[in-house]
C-alpha cells in the first residue's frame, strides 16, 4: 500500500512538474506579441521551446510507465466488488456456522434438561417408594405397639382391680 501511495504520490509530483513547465512554456510564448511579420524567433525562446519538447519527450515513457500499473476504474470495481463478495461469503459462513453450532447447543441442552428431568422422576418416585415402605413398616410398628399398648393396659387394669380386691380383702381382715 505505502508503495502505491509513494509511487501516486510521485506520479503526482511528476505530472505537476510537468503543467509547471508547460505554463511557464506557454506564458513565453504568450509574452511574445503575435504579428502576421516574420519575426526571427528569439534565441531564449528558442532554447524554451526546446527544453520544454526535451522534457515532453523524456517524460512521457515515464508517465506511461508510471500510469501503466495503476488500475483503471473498471478494475478497481472490480476489485471492490469481488471483495464484498468475499465478505459477504464470509458473514453468510459464518451466520451458518454460528446457527448450526446455536441449533447443536439447543440440541444437547435439550438433551440434558430431559435426562435431568427423568432422572429426576427417577429419584422422585424411588423416594416415593422409600416413604411409602418406611410409612407402612411405622404403621406396622405403631399397631404392634397399640396392641402392646391395650395389653399393658388390660393386665395394669386387671392388676390393679386385683390388687384393689386384695387390699380389700387384707383390710377386712385386719379390721375384723
Request: hydrophobic content about 40%; glycine content about 4%; aromatic content about 6%.
Amino acid at each position: 500500500m505505502s508503495s502505491s501511495y509513494e509511487s501516486n504520490g510521485q506520479t503526482n509530483s511528476s505530472v505537476d512538474a510537468l503543467l509547471r513547465s508547460n505554463r511557464e512554456s506557454v506564458e513565453t510564448f504568450g509574452l511574445t506579441p503575435y504579428q502576421p511579420i516574420v519575426y526571427a524567433i528569439p534565441e531564449e525562446q528558442r532554447q524554451a521551446e526546446y527544453a520544454l519538447l526535451q522534457r515532453a519527450a523524456e517524460f512521457q515513457p515515464t508517465l506511461y510507465r508510471m500510469l501503466e500499473p495503476l488500475a483503471t476504474k473498471e478494475e478497481l470495481q472490480s476489485f471492490i466488488t469481488d471483495l464484498l463478495n468475499a465478505a459477504m461469503q464470509a458473514t453468510e459462513q459464518t451466520a451458518n456456522e454460528l446457527a448450526t453450532g446455536n441449533s447443536r447447543t439447543v440440541a444437547e441442552l435439550e438433551q440434558s434438561i430431559r435426562q435431568a428431568g427423568r432422572q429426576q422422576e427417577k429419584f422422585i418416585s424411588d423416594s416415593s417408594s422409600l416413604l411409602d415402605t418406611r410409612t407402612r413398616e411405622l404403621d406396622g410398628v405403631i399397631d404392634s405397639l397399640r396392641g402392646k399398648l391395650l395389653r399393658i393396659q388390660l393386665w395394669t387394669s386387671v392388676s390393679a382391680a386385683a390388687l384393689s380386691a386384695l387390699v380389700s380383702v387384707v383390710l377386712w381382715q385386719l379390721l375384723s
